[in-house]
Nanobody, 118 residues
Framework: QVQLVESGGGLVQPGGSLRLSCVASGTSTSSEYMGWYRRAPGKERELVARISRDGTTILADSVKGRFTISRDNGKNALFLQMNSLTPEDTAVYYC????????????WGQGTQVTVSS
């Protein structure tokens, strides 16, 4: 069974940095793409960043220049380096991966809380 496990969330002061990690277990198939979404209190879930197997990236306008997404295909791992964090980045961050198991399935992690506050 495929599982995505996130780590690296926490409390950080404005202007600080965090690095999120996500590892997909239960499969040896490299994901078609992996990404990060977030849901802030009272808001809908939104795409933060996504990266394809070939390294093509998509970043939300709100995080361009501050966040960097990367992946390790060999380990089916995903990373999000977040710099210059602001209180508006406070949210639960979810890892997602589209994996082919005979057909494509979108898997989701449980989420990791990121809180930016002084």
């Amino acid at each position: 069974q495929v599982q995505l496990v996130e780590s690296g969330g926490g409390l950080v002061q404005p202007g600080g940095s965090l690095r999120l990690s996500c590892v997909a277990s239960g499969t040896s198939t490299s994901s078609e793409y992996m990404g990060w979404y977030r849901r802030a209190p009272g808001k809908e879930r939104e795409l933060v960043a996504r990266i394809s197997r070939d390294g093509t990236t998509i970043l939300a306008d709100s995080v361009k220049g501050r966040f960097t997404i990367s992946r390790d295909n060999g380990k089916n791992a995903l990373f999000l380096q977040m710099n210059s964090l602001t209180p508006e980045d406070t949210a639960v961050y979810y890892c997602t991966a589209r994996i082919y198991i005979g057909y494509y399935v979108d898997y989701w992690g449980q989420g990791t809380q990121v809180t930016v506050s002084s």
